[in-house]
């Protein structure tokens, strides 16, 4: 959620049309794969997936390719968002924007605050309450980011295409 919600809100683009998704729980339930998640609990329930991939087509034409999951033979957790378009690219996890000038390619590298984003995500979110700000994330932006991912989890369950139509309200 959090990988497509940044990669969304970067490209300012939250209309996802259909969604083609595939998931998968093959380790997690053997107890294998969990990286810093703690120890699985023998015989416990399992009632989640270890990986999901989506290949999401927005209403503009421009595609998304999502990859989250908990459990993986990889070392240590990752997380990245990378936005690519005509004009250049974006490389969250490297704070650098890739753009071409006079026939070189340039890499911008951002400065990135040290701040701890729960942290600020909350301040924020009472600055919000208190009239202070106007929230980052509007609520439609919300709603369409929930039902592009449970386009994504019907079209898991279903092996088939899934319109985000098909799930609004």
Not at 47 to 75: K, N
Request: charged content about 30%; overall charge negative; proline content about 5%.
């Amino acid at each position: 959620m959090h990988a497509l919600d940044l990669a969304m809100w970067i490209a300012n683009d939250f209309s996802a049309k259909e969604v083609m998704a595939s998931t998968y729980a093959k380790l997690g339930p053997r107890g294998l794969g969990r990286g810093a998640w703690g120890k699985p609990v023998p015989g416990g329930p399992f009632t989640v997936e270890d990986w999901a991939v989506a290949f999401i087509r927005m209403e503009s034409g421009a595609t998304a390719v999502l990859e989250a999951g908990w459990a993986g033979h990889v070392s240590g957790d990752k997380f990245n968002v990378v936005v690519m378009g005509d004009r250049g690219g974006l490389d969250y996890s490297e704070a650098s924007l890739y753009r071409e000038e006079d026939g070189t390619l340039v890499d911008v590298k951002f400065k990135v605050g040290r701040e701890e984003p729960l942290e600020e995500e909350l301040k924020h979110f009472l600055r919000v309450v208190r009239g202070q700000e106007e929230p980052v994330t509007k609520r439609n932006e919300m709603i369409l980011l929930q039902a592009t991912l449970e386009a994504a989890l019907k079209s898991a369950e279903e092996g088939r295409p899934v319109r985000v139509s098909e799930v609004l309200p």
